[in-house]
Every structure is written in structure tokens, then in C-alpha cells.
């Protein structure tokens, strides 16, 4: 699989490397002042500790506009990587002296607010500025997963990361959207909306293989996942493993309600058949289709289709005639089918929201070295970047 | 004339009642085209048959007179679409004298085809331009190696049915639609009375589709309005016009408006090469270039979840096969402003074409493929013209 799509970049396993370090006290070893002259550095670290403040008081909004405010003032339009570096290294800094005085669930709440940076950060067309909030939110969730080695902190991570996979998740950025979601999956390997994701960028990619693998994990997970067996279905179909995919359609076409998916399976059985040269029961399969939905053109043309093959151009005729214009903006079922998948991720992100608000208290314990008037209290006696 | 009106005028200038002898023509019947050699059956009836002779005309030519049954003739009334009349004129010993007509009809393009008879339309050109001058003898037909005896020839303005199908998928978003909108419009412009259109505007589903029609106005509504949205679906909505067009007689044209990435189609391309080979319709695909300057064999790349590159690029090349094997052709477009050109210029094509009609030596429908060769005597002239035919039921 890592031949097909970017893995783990270079850069992503030195941050890792240099998270680790800096939270266990060794990022005092990232380098003299003298190299970040252009950098206000004590101005960077008071106004993150102030916006993880107002995050801690619950004033959410108010929390990412200060935090958007400093990382725009901090890195500019464009900044060099040098430069993202060193404001990564010193908000984790701030991090890392909070987590002195607090739990390690106060990076929840760290790791929800760069979260939700990343969205309006997309929204307002700010590549460097979203890469940055990603990055900064993927690599703390990580570190928490791997340094308690907890479900709980894994699924959490997963979550975070497949959040960031799925807003990627189109034909364009389907690449690094994989990549994303593969990370997700090393976390949290049984992440269903990762998996359905990653399925679906192979599958865009015509690696149906790689796509079988994942929609068979899946449903391992969840058997009654009805939109990941059609897909592995038409995997299998296009792999030529025509009697499976025969066999998944039908247990589908047994159970499946939602009728984009219920045209799908009629128009793959119907396909399925005539591969195996069953030219006559794929005419009865898409005539029970169209019996069912006779408003879907897809079946009727594919019926009409298969009709005049078997010698029945007149019945093709009399099906031709009932396809009536749908309008404009009513998808077929074979758009929904291609367009990403709904990874139901709304829900997802309101319970990355709720464990935030449960823990911003343990937030608020962490910063308690401030004292709030914008200078740093007792327990910030070192500068900044843990000098 | 109606045969039976000119039998019943002349009965009533006759001196003896009809029954007395009657006379009727056999073959060939009232409403059937006939060309080359014919049998000319006559039969008489009636009290004052004894001894009663027959004269045969073809075209008010004497070709003489029988004074015994049975009466036939074999008349070579060559091979010109042109209409016949068959007179038959009896007469009794007595002076009594019964006449009476058929007239065959021309085969007429725009009517019902006869099943066996295979007609091309040609567009003849050379490096000045079409030419527009051709006779029939200037055409020769070979249909698997075999020369074809011509039996239609017709040029010019013979009435076509085409249907409009143009792509609306989001890919067309703005300019590109507004721009083919215009064009389709201007094609319906050079429709002329006895043509007639079908609007059908498609993306990932049938969004719009008039009736057939004559009516510019009502045809020019059915483009009205109309904004571009989801995906593409070529493969299917080229079935659906052939079928569209499978009931109509006559010379039929589907003028196809897309940038060529079939994305959601439930059928192959090459399923609906099938469906092309079973039609006589013409195919212009005007191909809308996303990258302008780019060969026209480049075949564009596309991924998505029903077709992979590979797969997307097969069905481009199998859909320009099938345009160029119906005797359309495709027509690439690199700027907007050359649509409006691209649709007249199919226009006055088809008005440019000629019309060839025979019937294949080989009459058997056994589903064959059957390459037809079209050849124009006169040096310089290249033809183009659909590549064959399936010989179906």
C-alpha cells in the first residue's frame, strides 16, 4: 500500500521525533535564540498560553480567534519551514509546561481547538496556515495514543485523524487524504470511517485489492455496513471474482433500504450475470429492478440494453419510452456511488467537541502558572522554548 | 393518379358495361418501389375475354401487345428512384376496351426503409472543399469485396431527424454551456421544414427532452433555462438517442456536445457500439478540448470509482471509433468561440450529403459485420461514410 500512496513523510517522522523530545525535556536542545531573531518569541508564547486560556474558560470562538490571530501573525502569508518549525517547537513548549501541572487529558482540549483551526483554516483558503493547525493537532493526538498505550486515547487519536483524512477525501487530494487516513488506521486500526475512506481513494485509483482488504476489515467490524459490502461487491466484480460478488449483491438485495444502494446492487447483479454469461437471468434481475424502481434510468437503460440484446427490441422500445428527465439536482445512484463517501463524520467531530468540554477544567489546571494578566506566573521562570 | 379513379373514368367513357371485360394489373402493385428488371403481370375477366388481347405500357411507352395469356412481360425500367406507371390496356374481339393504371412510387428517404435496403449517407470532398456535383455513376459500392448495384441516389436537402445531446455535467459550468447552448441554437436554425429535432440535455441523469419536433421556437425552449450540475453519463444518453431515434424513418443524426469523460455510465462504450452498429443514425460528437493544443488521439485522463484511467481511456477511443464508424466524425473544439461554428458546419454538411441506397447481394441476417467500401470514380474526391453495417434481423 505504501508504494500507491505518500506515507509518512520524512518531516513528519522528525517531528515525531522532536514532539517526543520536547515533552520529555530535551527541547531545550533546539537551539540558541540568536537563530529565531525575527521571531517575538515571549509575544508567541503569551498569546497561545492566553488562547488556550480563554479555551480553558470555555470561550470557545473566542479561544480560535486568538489562536488564528498569533499563528498569522507568527508565520505570515508565506512562511519558510524553518519558520513553521519554530513556532511548532514553542507552542509546544507551552504545552509541554502545562502538562507539568496537569494530566495528559489536557491535550484533548489542545488538540480539539487545532482541530477546528484546520476547518477554517481550509475554509479561508490558507494552505500553509491548515497544514500547520493539522499537523500540530495529528501530532499531539499521537503522542498521547503512543504514550498511553490506551483504547481509549488510540480511538480518540483515530478520530482526530480520520477527521482531517475525510475533509480531504476528494478526487484531487484523494492521495493525501489516504496518506492521512492510513495514519489514522496505524492508531487506531479498527476506525470504520478510516477504512471506508481509505477503500474508497483505492478504489478511485482502480486498486480494488487493496480496496477488498479494507471493506472485508470493515465489515469484520460492522457485517450490517450495507454501503461497504456494495463496494466490496463491485471490487470483487471488477476483479473478476464474479460468484463472490454474485453472492455479496444477493445478500444485499435481501436487506439493503436505501434506494441508491438498492439500484446499485440491481445494476451490479445484473452486470455480474452477464459476465458469467447468464444473459437471460440478467434480464429478469434488471426487469425486477425497474418493476421496483421504475423511475431509476439507470436500470431502465441498462434493462432496455440487455432487452434488445436478447432479441426484444421492442420491449426496449416500450422501457426507452418511460424514461422521463429527472431535473437538475438529483443525483443518480451511480454519482452517489463515485462521489466520497459519507463517513458520518459530523458525529464524530460533536464527540471530539464533548470529550473537549469535559476536560477544560484539567486545561485550566494545567495553565495555572499564568496568572492571567498576560505575563507568565511563578512556575514560568524559563523563557520561552524551555530555555 | 390513383389507379382505381383513372379505371373508373374510363369505365365511364366506355360503351359496354365494365363486367362485359375487366382488366387489373397483377403485378407490380400500387405502392411498391420498383426498379431494374419487373414483371409486368396483367389479367383479364369477363363475358367478351375470348380472344381479347393485352397491350403493355411502362412511362406512356408502347411495349406491344399479347394476343394470348398469360399475360406478362419482364421490362427493364432501370434503376432511377423515380416513379412508374404501368398501363394495361384490353381489348375484345368486338371493339370493347378496358384500361387500367399503376403507378409505382419513388422510394422516398424520409419513408419507412424497405428491411433489406442499406443506405449511407456521403459527404464527398476534395482539396477544394465538398463537392457537391457527383452523379450516381460516379459512386461504386463494394460490400465485402462485392460490387453493389446502386438502386437510391439522392443529393442535397433530403429531411433529416437529429437529436441534440448535449452535455450539462459541471464540467460545463458557465461559459462552456452558454457556448453550446448558443451553438445548438443556431443548428436548429438550418433546420429546414421537413426536418425535425429532439432536444436532450443530460449530466449523470436525463435532465431535459423534447419531443420530437419542427418547431424551432419549441425546440429552442427545451434550452432555455437549463444549469449545469453533477456528473457525465455519455454512454447511456447515446443509447438513449439511438433509441429515440430507432422508430424514426429516414435519415437520422445525433450531433453529441460533450469533452468526452464518461464518468457514471451503467453501460461500456462498447455496448453502445453495438447499438451504433445497428443503427443507421449519423454521429457528430463536437469534443469539447480541456487542453487546447493537445492531439486528438492524447486521450484524456479521468479517475473515478466506475472507471479507472485505464478504463476511462478505453471508452474515449471506443466512443471515437463509434462516431467515425457510424460516417460521422468528430470535431475537436480548443475555444468556445469556435461552437458556433462547429454546429452550422455540421449543419451544412449533412445538407452537402449524398444519399446511396442498395440492396446487399448477401440478404442473410445473421448478425454479421459487413464492411462496405464507398469509392467515387472521379480522382481527388475522398468520401467519408459509415464503415459497414451488422447485418441484423
Known amino acids: 500500500m505504501d508504494r500507491k500512496y505518500p506515507g509518512k513523510t520524512r518531516d513528519r517522522y522528525c517531528r515525531q521525533w522532536a514532539i517526543s523530545l520536547a515533552l520529555v525535556g530535551a527541547l531545550a536542545a533546539a537551539g540558541p535564540v540568536s537563530a529565531e531573531r525575527r521571531l517575538d518569541i515571549d509575544r508567541l508564547e503569551k498569546s497561545y498560553v492566553a488562547a488556550l486560556d480563554l479555551l480553558a474558560q470555555g470561550q470557545r470562538e473566542q479561544a480560535l480567534d486568538a489562536l488564528m490571530a498569533l499563528e498569522i501573525e507568527a508565520l505570515g502569508k508565506v512562511p519558510t519551514a524553518g519558520r513553521i518549525d519554530r513556532v511548532w517547537r514553542h507552542k509546544l513548549a507551552v504545552v509541554k509546561r502545562a502538562l507539568e501541572l496537569s494530566s495528559p487529558e489536557l491535550l484533548v482540549p489542545v488538540i480539539v481547538l487545532h482541530h477546528d483551526a484546520y476547518e477554517l483554516y481550509r475554509e479561508a483558503q490558507q494552505p500553509v496556515l491548515a497544514r500547520h493547525a493539522r499537523d500540530m493537532a495529528t501530532d499531539l493526538a499521537t503522542y498521547k495514543a503512543q504514550s498511553s498505550k490506551s483504547p481509549e486515547d488510540k480511538q480518540f487519536a483515530g478520530w482526530v485523524i480520520t477527521s482531517f483524512g475525510e475533509a480531504l477525501l476528494d478526487l484531487r487530494t484523494s492521495g493525501t487524504s489516504a496518506g492521512i487516513l492510513r495514519d489514522a488506521l496505524d492508531i487506531s486500526p479498527r476506525n470504520p470511517a478510516a477504512l471506508l475512506g481509505l477503500a474508497w481513494a483505492h478504489e478511485i485509483h482502480g486498486e480494488y485489492e487493496d480496496a477488498v482488504a479494507l471493506l472485508e476489515r470493515l465489515l469484520e467490524i460492522q457485517a450490517g455496513h450495507d454501503q461497504a459490502r456494495l463496494r466490496l461487491a463491485v471490487c470483487k466484480r471488477r476483479l473478476g471474482e464474479l460468484e463472490s460478488a454474485h453472492a455479496e449483491l444477493t445478500r444485499l438485495l435481501n436487506r439493503a433500504t436505501q434506494p441508491w444502494i438498492r439500484s446499485i446492487v440491481y445494476q451490479e447483479l445484473a452486470r455480474t450475470l452477464i459476465s458469467l454469461g447468464r444473459l437471460e437471468a440478467a434480464e429478469v434481475i434488471a426487469r425486477d429492478g425497474f418493476e421496483e424502481m421504475p423511475g431509476d434510468q439507470e436500470i431502465a437503460i441498462l434493462f432496455a440494453s440487455i432487452s434488445e440484446r436478447r432479441g426484444k427490441p421492442a420491449k426496449a422500445d416500450a422501457v426507452v419510452k418511460l424514461v422521463k428527465p429527472v431535473g437538475e439536482g438529483v443525483p443518480s445512484a451511480r454519482y452517489i456511488y463515485d462521489d466520497r463517501p459519507d463517513l458520518e463524520i459530523d458525529e464524530v467531530r460533536s464527540t471530539l467537541h464533548a470529550m473537549m468540554e469535559e476536560r477544560l477544567d484539567v486545561l485550566a489546571s494545567g495553565l495555572r502558572w499564568w496568572n492571567g494578566d498576560g505575563a507568565p506566573g511563578e512556575g514560568a521562570t524559563e523563557e520561552g522554548g524551555g530555555r | ?393
Not at chain 2, 462504450?269 to 492524447?298: C, F, H, N, T
Open chain 2, 1 to 393: 393518379m390513383r389507379p382505381a379513379l383513372l379505371l373508373c373514368a374510363l369505365l365511364a367513357a366506355a360503351p359496354v358495361a365494365a363486367e362485359d371485360l375487366q382488366v387489373w394489373i397483377d403485378h407490380p402493385v400500387g405502392d411498391e418501389f420498383v426498379h431494374g428488371v419487373v414483371s409486368f403481370v396483367v389479367a383479364v375477366s369477363g363475358e367478351q375475354t375470348e380472344g381479347a388481347t393485352v397491350e403493355f405500357a411502362v412511362d406512356g411507352r408502347s411495349l406491344g401487345t399479347m394476343i394470348r395469356p398469360p399475360f406478362k412481360v419482364d421490362v427493364d425500367v432501370g434503376n432511377d428512384n423515380v416513379s412508374h406507371e404501368f398501363v394495361a390496356i384490353a381489348r375484345a374481339r368486338g371493339g370493347l376496351e378496358a384500361r387500367t393504371t399503376v403507378l409505382t412510387p419513388k422510394l422516398m428517404v424520409d419513408e419507412a426503409l424497405q428491411l433489406n435496403l442499406q443506405q449511407f449517407y456521403i459527404t464527398a470532398s476534395n482539396s477544394s472543399g465538398r463537392v457537391l456535383d457527383l452523379e450516381r455513376d460516379d459512386f461504386r459500392v463494394v460490400e465485402e469485396g462485392k460490387e453493389q448495384q446502386i438502386v437510391t441516389f439522392e443529393r442535397g436537402d433530403v429531411p433529416l431527424t437529429s437529436v441534440l445531446l448535449l452535455d450539462c455535467s459541471l464540467s460545463m459550468t458557465g461559459e462552456p454551456l452558454e457556448a453550446a447552448l448558443e451553438g445548438a441554437s443556431l443548428f436548429l436554425d438550418g433546420m429546414n421544414e421537413l426536418d425535425e429535432a429532439m432536444v436532450m440535455l443530460y449530466s449523470d441523469s436525463l435532465l431535459r427532452a423534447s419531443d420530437f419536433s419542427a418547431s424551432r421556437d419549441t425546440l429552442r425552449d427545451a434550452l432555455a433555462g437549463v444549469g449545469a450540475s453533477g456528473g457525465t453519463a455519455i454512454n447511456d444518453h447515446l443509447y438513449l438517442a439511438l433509441k429515440k431515434l430507432d422508430p424514426r424513418q429516414g435519415r437520422s443524426v445525433i450531433v453529441l456536445f460533450s469533452d468526452g469523460s464518461d464518468v457514471h455510465s451503467v453501460l461500456s462504450m462498447s455496448e453502445v457500439a453495438e447499438k451504433v452498429r445497428r443503427s443507421q443514425a449519423l454521429i457528430y460528437w463536437i469534443y469539447l478540448r480541456l487542453r487546447p493544443g493537445e492531439s486528438v488521439d492524447k486521450v484524456p485522463t479521468y479517475m473515478a470509482t466506475w472507471r479507472n484511467m485505464e478504463a476511462s481511456q478505453s471508452e474515449f477511443r471506443l466512443l471515437r471509433k463509434a462516431v467515425e464508424e457510424s460516417g460521422g466524425r468528430v470535431q475537436v473544439v480548443d475555444h468556445l468561440e469556435e461552437l458556433d461554428d462547429a454546429f452550422v458546419g455540421i449543419m451544412t454538411e449533412l445538407r452537402e450529403q449524398y444519399v446511396i441506397g442498395y440492396y446487399p447481394s448477401n440478404s442473410a441476417k445473421d448478425g454479421s459485420w459487413r464492411d462496405v467500401k464507398l469509392r467515387v470514380k472521379r480522382s481527388g474526391v475522398k468520401v467519408r461514410a459509415r464503415e459497414g453495417y451488422a447485418a441484423y434481423p
